[in-house]
């Protein structure tokens, strides 16, 4: 039997809007099962025909693109261009692994030993677990399913408590397009995602939070785990940075509302580019107002962490931008763009990822130490220099402790290249033909042919 429901709410007002079922023990093994018995059909395709189905899949969410943006918005709150933009790249990530799932990864075969012949074949693990986060619902999921299925797995997924109804659309159009069982939603709250990961399942990728992370890797034992997990992301600031650099910045850091693992966060400037960095932030960032330009929070606990964070932090100087749409800030999940300044390595807003549309900015003496600072934090998941001397720049991106470097740019990416964090940010590859690869596992067979 199904659990009781799970209250939804408007992020943009703060008002209730229906429920969701919060699936429990007897949900998860069910539809674990569904998934088990569609691991033969779905994995006996060929490859020719798996990308076909994912193809058509592609087509139909762009197809009903207006229904997926809808469910995006009611969940996030995002801006409905922002939420249309990233159902489009959702299904282009569906229809890029269903070329790659065609493509030859095998390593070298043949002649390998004398008087044998070798090769190697690439199969399924089974089913797999996504459980993805709040911020980015149809992206996160078609980052972690659309692999997954390209490489012939069957997968469950469990959407984050507050934003389930991209999900659930999801799973009606895969039971159609790609058969029963193939892509299974389950919503419910944490428990439910723990249930799911000790269920019988082969493989658990997860997006979300360090502690998060953890949990799942405890309790996975020796299955295959894909972890994304936090970022706090670091940006060094040179003296002869463009002149775009702190609106493309601020574009980055209020994006969904700053609610991006990927998203700046900690602005390091290198001597004489620091007053620049403070004032062309300061500009920019207020530049940015909630309401037409981002979203809301999406929810309670992360209003609680933005305003502990700022609130805590000893900044010396503190930008606030403005709620411009939505009503009063109560009324809604809203909170406006913020910079803060002459701050300390050890400041809370520092330490911790706000996960919010707030950039700190730090002194820096030199380069290197800017580069100390910049890996300073346990989390190591993407970063970004800016500078137009072009060998300066590579040289400082060769050395962040970081997944993903961009020189002039930040949150820029693309299917066709992988991300992927180290650290407490998480292991295992998104995105790219790469990520194939923690979803299948190679058999060698070996025949001998003389003597």
């Not at 580019?273 to 979203?295: C, I, K, N």
């Amino acid at each position: 039997m199904t659990d009781p429901r799970l209250s939804l709410v408007d992020p943009r007002t703060g008002a209730a809007r229906g429920g969701c079922a919060d699936s429990g023990e007897a949900d998860v093994a069910r539809a674990v099962a569904d998934s088990r018995r569609a691991v033969p059909d779905w994995a006996g395709l060929t490859p020719r025909e798996r990308a076909r189905r994912l193809t058509r899949f592609a087509d139909r969410m762009e197809d009903t693109l207006g229904a997926y943006v809808e469910r995006e918005c009611a969940g996030t709150g995002k801006p409905a261009a922002d939420a249309a933009a990233e159902v489009a790249d959702a299904a282009d990530l569906f229809r890029f692994y269903a070329g790659a799932a065609r493509s030859d990864l095998t390593p070298a075969a043949g002649n390998l030993i004398a008087g044998h012949e070798s090769w190697v074949r690439w199969e399924e693990l089974g089913v797999v677990a996504a459980i993805v986060p709040w911020n980015y619902p149809i992206l996160m999921a078609a980052w972690r399913c659309a692999p997954a299925l390209a490489a012939g797995n069957t997968v469950v997924l469990k959407p984050a408590e507050t934003t389930p109804d991209s999900a659930q659309l999801l799973a009606q159009d895969a039971a159609e397009i790609l058969g029963p069982g193939v892509l299974r939603t389950l919503t419910g709250g944490r428990r439910t995602g723990q249930l799911l990961v000790a269920a019988a399942v082969d493989a658990i990728a997860f997006t979300g939070s360090v502690r998060g992370g953890q949990d799942v890797a405890h309790r996975a034992g020796v299955r295959r785990v894909s972890l994304e997990l936090g970022g706090n992301c670091p940006v060094v600031v040179l003296p002869d940075a463009p002149p775009y650099t702190w609106s493309e910045l601020a574009r980055a850091a209020t994006y969904n509302a700053g609610q991006s693992c990927a998203a700046p966060a900690r602005v390091i400037a290198v001597r004489g580019a620091y007053d620049a960095a403070v004032a062309g932030l300061t500009e920019a960032m207020s530049a940015r107002h909630a309401g037409p330009d981002f979203g809301p929070l999406n929810n309670p606990d992360q209003l609680k962490r933005y305003d502990h964070l700022v609130a805590g932090s000893a900044a010396g100087y503190r930008m606030d931008g403005r709620v411009s749409a939505g009503g009063p800030a109560a009324d809604g999940y809203w909170r406006p763009s913020c910079v803060l300044a002459d701050v300390s390595a050890d400041d809370p807003a520092v330490v911790e990822e706000v996960f919010g549309p707030v950039l700190t900015v730090q002194a820096a003496d030199t380069v290197a130490e800017a580069i100390r600072l910049a890996n300073g934090v346990p989390q190591a998941l993407a970063a970004s220099v800016w500078s137009t001397d072009v060998a300066t720049a590579l040289a400082v991106a060769g050395r962040f402790r970081a997944g993903e470097s961009w020189v002039n740019c930040h949150l820029v990416q693309t299917s066709e290249l992988p991300h992927g964090g180290r650290g407490q940010s998480g292991s295992g590859t998104d995105l790219s033909v790469l990520a194939l690869a923690d979803y299948r596992r190679p058999k060698t067979v070996t025949v001998r042919i003389a003597g």
